[in-house]
């Protein structure tokens, strides 16, 4: 009965979208506010449907409902109800659902916010939305159908993988395909200013805070992720290059480059066709992405079952592709008669460059991704390309990248003037300076850090100085003190301060990122009872092995007492986990974190004669816990940027 | 010049869609080895009750090495 109202909200569903898809091309050109009207109930009703078979699902999952093949495959009887609830997107056809769902719950609020606005685009953005939205439910009806029957039913459900039963699994998933599915909102709009022909910067400023919002969601998936491979996974790392990572992260840089670079085009008219491109490709790398989870064309630890949903996903990722370069190369008549650059020294040059930067860390990373492919088409064997590679390539982009994020935000535009640039940068250049020698003196003494955490703290220093100059005006203005000199500067230009905010975030991501990544230790050893182990100023001593049976699995935890110097940390336990339905044992590491650095524990084995001996692996890796404090601040600023709490509107256009 | 951007276009993704596509005619979790019809390297392995094992004394028989999880 579940499975049957599902599967049926979902075909109708997409008969409704379909019906969207077609109908704007077919409809002569006046009667577009017809369409509207159509298109926007054409937009509840798959809301209601879909909405409807998520609910289902769920049901089905919370109630193991095991005549449908998804549940038994995603629950069992023991599985607690948080995790029943997640297993909605546990696996791919349930994923797939979700991300239909989150699709139309944006186009509803799109729908309904543009109402009575934008009355020539809007029928194509409900058109574009209709599109994507009948290829997820159409995938959804007949390709890969989470309301498939089982039978006979059987007794009890298989489960989750038990990797995926972690707090994260609550928000990692929905944060990314949030992030994903954001990025559709620009692109429809774009889409919509193409067809109309309308190419002003209409289109940019009304999608605005939804690039934002997606872009927040696209970070936000991608740190959670990071902290729970470093959380769960036992390995004491936080990013692989796996390309399915990759996949995931190669979004967030053209969305990156499209939030800088639109600041250009509202400001000066540049870059139009470069903004369109920028988003086409943003969006594109989000089906790109599902269709590299799904289609098993690479091998990947986050790979799913391959099947003939790669094959589908490639067919509309060529549609997608093709259809939006086709219209932006068929337009590209009006796009022309921009102004140029003034000067090489002015923001709109930073912020070229670092678009140029972001779309070079995209390219190598995708070129890495991939190369697996390109070397068995070419050359008929299979090289693929790991770790060394992207850190080697990537981290000189990035640290460019820094470098900008110091020098865009102050610099003027069009041209810089000498004593513009003295002004925003003498004093907090020097103290970068002052600081590297600093960092010199101390021992840091290689060149790559020392140059990362010297242009980190110059980004710092351009932040703090710039809002300490103007927290000065503020007071002489109006003799505000400094948190009312923030909450004033915050609420008149919304937009800057929550871009700083955001920017110190980044910074405190890379730094936790840097200092990992260069000043880690790590050691292994067995270990008899009462023996111990050093790792830089840590003495870690084994106190014993416990074995208990738990619900799910055997669980075998190591005790071991942790000193730092004289400090007595206390016991930290590893364990290992024992699953009847999995054949190797599965880590639980454990980590002590300070602001400076966290120790890391992983029980790699055990005796399992006598249980007086345990395999032990130490990370010491600094820094790592500014990379969670980043994520925080990422959050404050973005809610700086996105919360309408301005003083008094004053237009869509805020000043700078 | 619409025809002409168009072409480029199409010049451009095309053969990054047909890369995709070769690689459904490929098994990505198939690697060669290098090791196959080359000498197994010779070894020693302790053995639960205390004694040991070297491959050179199963000369003759086939050899089967099973490499399990503890």
Known sequence: MTATIGHSSILLAFVIALAGSVIPILVPRGANERYVTFARWGILGQFILVFLAGSALIYGLVMTDFSIRYVVFNTTRATPIYYRITGLWGALEGSLLLWEWILIIFSGIVAWVYRDRHREMMPWVLMVFCIISAFFLGVIAFVSNPFEIVSPVPPDGRGLNPLLEDANMMSHPPLLYTGFVGLAVPYAFAMAALIVGKLDDAWIVTTRRWTITAWFFLTMGNLVGAYWSYHVLGWGGYWAWDPVENAAFMPWLPATAFLHSVQVQERRGMLKVWNLSLIIIAFGLTIFGTFLTRSGILSSIHAFSSGPVGIVFLCFLAFVLLCSFGLLAYRSEHLKGQPELDSMVSRESAFLLNNIVLVSALFTIFLGTIFPLISEAVAGVQVSVGAPYFNSVTVPLFLLLVFLMGVGPMIAWRKASWDNLKRNFLWPAAGSLIFALGLFVWTVRDFWPLLGFTLLAFVAFTILYDTALALRARRRIAGEGIVSGLITLARRNQRRYGGLVVHLGVVLIILGIAGSMTYSREREATLALKDHLTVGPYLIQFEGLKESRQPTHNLVQGSFRVFRGTQDLGILSPALKFFPSQQSPIGRAVYQSSLSEDIYLILSGFSELDKNQATLKVLVRPLVVWMWVGGFIILLGTLVSILPFREKDRGSKMED | ?70
């Open chain 2, 1 to 70: 010049m619409a025809w002409r951007r168009l072409i480029i276009t199409l010049a451009v993704i095309a053969p990054v869609l047909w890369l995709l596509a070769f690689g459904f005619q490929r098994d990505a979790r198939h690697i060669n080895s290098p090791l196959i019809a080359k000498q197994a390297a010779p070894f020693t392995v302790t053995l639960f009750d205390g004694g040991k094992l070297s491959l050179s004394e199963l000369r003759g028989k086939a050899v089967f090495l099973n490499f399990w999880s503890s």
